[in-house]
């Protein structure tokens, strides 16, 4: 469920031309979903998400990356940036299948630093 204000507005979407960013609220588990490119127009987006999800406090961060049509470089940084605990200080969890968002993160090794799942329901159901 994503959160929303006291009025029912969405308090987690974000937008940009190329793609979209929302953060779900699931139990304790904070899940933010990016669909589209995750580029320099869309990076920003997923940090200012990532600095709202770092206030609720989370037990662990997922960051499902399955809509992503085009990863860059500046999307990785960010993924870095949350891992790192530059965000958020929760542990971090990357749901990441197939040559768009998988293989750019082996290229770059960042598999050897993330814990990367097949399916958001993995990535949720490990303890």
Do not use: C, W
Request: charged fraction near 25%; proline fraction near 4%.
């Amino acid at each position: 469920m994503a959160e929303t204000d006291a009025t029912g507005k969405s308090l987690g979407d974000a937008a940009s031309s190329a793609g979209r960013v929302a953060l779900e609220n699931r139990d304790g588990t904070a899940v933010l979903r990016v669909d589209g490119a995750l580029d320099l127009a869309l990076a920003p987006k997923l940090r200012q998400l990532a600095e709202r999800a770092a206030r609720l406090a989370p037990a662990v961060l997922v960051i499902d990356l399955t809509g992503v049509t085009f990863l860059a470089s500046a999307g990785m940084a960010e993924l870095v940036r949350a891992h790192r605990g530059r965000t958020v200080s929760a542990p971090l969890r990357v749901v990441a299948t197939g040559r768009i968002t998988l293989r750019p993160l082996e290229l770059t090794r960042l598999t050897d630093e993330f814990a990367v799942y097949p399916s958001l329901s993995e990535a949720l159901a490990t303890g």
